[in-house]
């Protein structure tokens, strides 16, 4: 009696057992798992071994599977021994596609949303509080101080406690002068009280999903400019937000198997928007 026969094998056979399930995660990624057997000797064949690579679709090692089920993609597998010289191979599924059998609508795909916010650390300079600071005469007079490319006039006969004249290091030309009450209070917070900076508010909002196509070219040039970002995001009257990061990844070396992607957004800091001139997208 041949071994076939024995077994109820033909070479190099991989038969299917009836196990097959899958399922889908809230981002539309599908991850799915089904038992394989075949005989011992047979495993390390090459017809064996190349049905079982990883990046194969679900429909080359299962051919009776239904072809919609092709976004499907053998993610790891691993074997096992069994008495009588069987070994059942274990197969692990991940995939997403736009036309996958999802039961909830195969048109819609969800995606998940997520938000952090921090506090860091910026120049005094920007802060809003003092966003009225006169433009033209207080704040070149205080930039001018704070990078050293000026200094205080102590020889004007005005020079008190409430007018500081700020003169250029170079040209001796007057800069400015401080004397409004919010432009001396900054000019000692940040000159005799050395607080040089103030903690603010930085907000991130991410998209992530997964599927078969990933991030498309469209979006990618969008990075680096003024985006208004989907999933309802927080909005503020005078902060916009800048599509500052992406990430892709892709489950193994077919690239045709689930990528995973996400896209970031930055709020720009308090009192203040980030700047058309420079962060709008090109037309």
Partial sequence: MSQSTL???SP???KPGPDFSAGVDIGGKWTGSQTFTCRKFDFGSSAIQAKIQVGNSAITIYPDLPAEWEFLYISSW??????GGITKVFIEYSGSSEDSPDPRDPEEKEESYSMAGSLTELDMLGNPYFADISEGVE??????LARGTGRINYSDPLKNATYIPVIDNYTGEQVGQISSSQGLKLYDLYFNQGKTTYLASQIEWTIQKSNKAGISDENLQLLGYIDEPEGNPPTFTDRNWLFSSATQNRNNSNPKS???WSKTYTLSPPGEKWDENIYAEPP
């Fill in 139 to 144: 704040r070149p007079a205080i930039v001018a």
């Fill in 12 to 14: 190099n056979e991989l």
């Fill in 7 to 9: 077994y109820g094998f």
């Fill in 78 to 83: 691993r074997h096992e021994n069994q008495p």
């Fill in 258 to 260: 689930t990528k995973t």
